[in-house]
DNA sequence: AACAAACACGTAATGTCATAACATATCGAT
DNA sequence: ATCGATATGTTATGACATTACGTGTTTGTT
């Protein structure tokens, strides 16, 4: 299955299949320079093309890596996405919890907060690197 | 009540007093700036500090802000500490929740994922910003 | 007291992440 | 064809963090 992805730039689809090809999250540096071959040659390059892809939620910036990923949910983000990142292999899972979004969103309500971005991300150890 | 302080050095003291005093977060740098009057020469001296502060409980880095904040609780942390940051006024709060903390993990131990560090933070605008 | 280990500190250089400023190019609608 | 919006290229700079090395200070042991 194949998803109908918005229309991309060249700089925004060669970012996007290079994020798209990692087996972890990756730099934005470490993209320019997988893309220097294609021509890339300044962070600029990269960040323009990393905004865009985050605009449309094709990609996710994990903040305490400050490091990027290619989306693995197919379907649409409802309320807050858990990032769960496993610091051996890199690898990252993305989960929406129905009851920690709304516990979360009830907190900041009592407290008369209003919530415009929430990050919620967990680091430890995935099953595999746990064999 | 007072708490009782673990022997912190001269640079150690200073870092905090001047993170207890601010009234938003504070970058490594701005902290650097702040302790210039002090004999501050150099962002290792401040970093070193922090991450005596935050081996002790006393301070806590916010992820998405790369920044610091003295703690703001009286209490041991238990669990996931939630942080509340209003990016009008800068002001961070921070909470427990037991329903947020056991869900979050819940959910990790059944795809078998053992967490090491959870980072939660809400970013929004407080009620005294929204008057 | 003499010694050694552990810890704290000072300084310079470097590494890593991100944006500002300015110029040029491409595309689409009128 | 012209115009506005978007995308791109390039250089420089700003912001956050660590490496490497040397010195001083404290503390526990002999
Ligand atoms: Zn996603
Ligand atoms: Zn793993
Ligand atoms: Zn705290
Ligand atoms: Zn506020």
New binding site residues.
């Given amino acids: 299955m194949t998803l109908s992805l918005p229309d991309?730039?060249?700089?925004?689809?060669l970012v996007f299949e290079t994020l798209s090809q990692a087996e972890a999250p990756l730099?934005?540096?470490?993209i320019l320079d997988q893309l220097r071959s294609e021509?890339?040659?300044?962070?600029?390059?990269?960040?323009?093309?990393?905004?865009?892809l985050l605009e449309h939620g094709l990609i996710h910036?994990l903040?305490s890596?400050?490091?990027?990923v290619a989306c693995r949910h197919s379907h649409k983000h409802q309320g807050t996405t858990v990032f769960v990142i496993c610091g051996r292999c890199g690898d990252v899972d993305e989960l929406t919890d129905q009851v920690v979004n709304d516990q979360l969103m009830q907190r900041a309500v009592e407290r008369d907060f209003t919530v415009e971005s929430a990050m919620v991300e967990l680091r430890g150890c995935c099953g595999s690197c746990s064999q």
Avoid: C, H, I
């Avoid at 991309?8 to 689809?13: G, P, R």
């Avoid at 730099?27 to 470490?30: E, F, K, L």
């Fill in positions: 991309l730039t060249k700089n925004q689809s730099s934005a540096y470490t021509g890339f040659r300044a962070p600029l390059q990269v960040y323009r093309a990393l905004d865009k910036r903040e890596l400050n490091a990027f």
